[in-house]
């Protein structure tokens, strides 16, 4: 699993840090590097710096980002040779040393489109293929819902852990076997698949496992374990991708089908309608019990504590 230092943030970096940054452009073809110095603060992290440099000393640095939080996975790229959110990786983490120098490069096994921007065209087709949605039969059920599905807690733990998955695509940078097969579905759709298959409302199960059961799905993995590495959120997509194949094997062998699926949660029970109070329980006259509901009321404090 990923290994953050959780204490980075509170160690103060190296005054001035140097940046060796990637550079490609797609109208020449060009690719080189370039560096650039960064006086840094505590709490800084990569993107800061980067944001930096292409505010204060060279606008043409393209790179892409949103939340800054690792929630949106836009920052993807990789740092000092390690596929990591820029957002996520505190300054102190990586600049060590006297005269420190981080080098960026975009992330690995996507195509570059300039400078650290990364095309996820080939990403998402791959990621749809495995249909990361409920699937229903009752179709009419599915598009026209008049009530949720039940999923208990404990139902909800089995496939928690892999419905974090923030779609950064580090997990591919990071694996062998997507670098040298480009059929290869990737650790973000093969987790995605198994998060669908364990879930108890879904009944598009087998259809799935048709889709992964080959050299480019399940069987192409060589469990390197890389992606889970550098899962910023401990998603462990090459676990997902070990207890697919068993699910897959044992499928195929006519030892495991799922038992069952959830439906939609049956109606609220209608409110009975309220029974006048009997007679010796009727307020006294004079008391309006609707109108003392609707007042607030307010203590005396200033009283009470004198």
């Not at 790229?77 to 957002?87: D, S, W």
């Not at 080098?103 to 749809?128: A, I």
Request: hydrophobic residues 35%.
């Amino acid at each position: 699993m990923a290994v953050f230092d959780p204490k980075a943030a509170t160690r103060t970096p190296p005054k001035r840090v140097t940046f060796r940054i990637r550079r490609y452009d797609p109208e020449t073809g060009r690719s080189w590097w370039q560096d650039y110095e960064v006086e840094t603060y505590r709490g800084m992290t990569v993107l800061d710096a980067l944001l930096k440099i292409k505010e204060e000393k060279d606008h043409t640095l393209v790179l892409r980002y949103s939340c800054r939080m690792a929630v949106c996975g836009s920052c993807g790229m990789v740092i000092n040779g390690t596929p990591r959110l820029a957002c996520q990786t505190q300054l102190a983490e990586v600049a060590v040393g006297p005269n420190p120098v981080v080098t960026v490069e975009p992330m690995k096994n996507f195509k570059v489109v300039r400078d650290l921007l990364t095309d996820f065209t080939e990403f998402w087709g791959k990621h749809r293929r495995v249909k990361p949605y409920l699937i229903r039969k009752d179709k009419k059920e599915q598009e026209n819902p008049e009530r949720e599905y039940k999923l208990l807690p404990e139902e909800y733990e089995e496939f928690y852990q892999y419905s974090l998955c923030i779609a950064c695509g580090l997990c591919v940078s990071a694996c062998p076997v997507y670098a040298s097969d480009e059929r290869f579905l990737g650790p973000q759709a093969l987790a995605q698949a198994y998060r669908f298959i364990s879930d108890p409302r879904d009944e598009g199960w087998r259809e799935r496992l048709e889709l992964v059961d080959g050299e480019d799905g399940v069987f192409g993995c060589h469990f390197a374990a890389s992606c889970s590495a550098v899962c910023p959120k401990e998603v462990d997509p090459a676990g997902a991708i070990q207890r697919l194949r068993s699910l897959l094997l044992r499928y195929k062998l006519g030892l495991w089908r799922k038992k069952r699926v959830n439906g939609p949660v049956p109606p609220l029970e209608e409110r009975k309608p309220k029974q006048p109070l009997p007679p010796e329980a009727q307020p006294l006259p004079g008391v309006d019990v609707e109108q003392l509901e609707e007042e607030s009321i307010e203590i005396p404090v200033e009283q009470l504590i004198t």
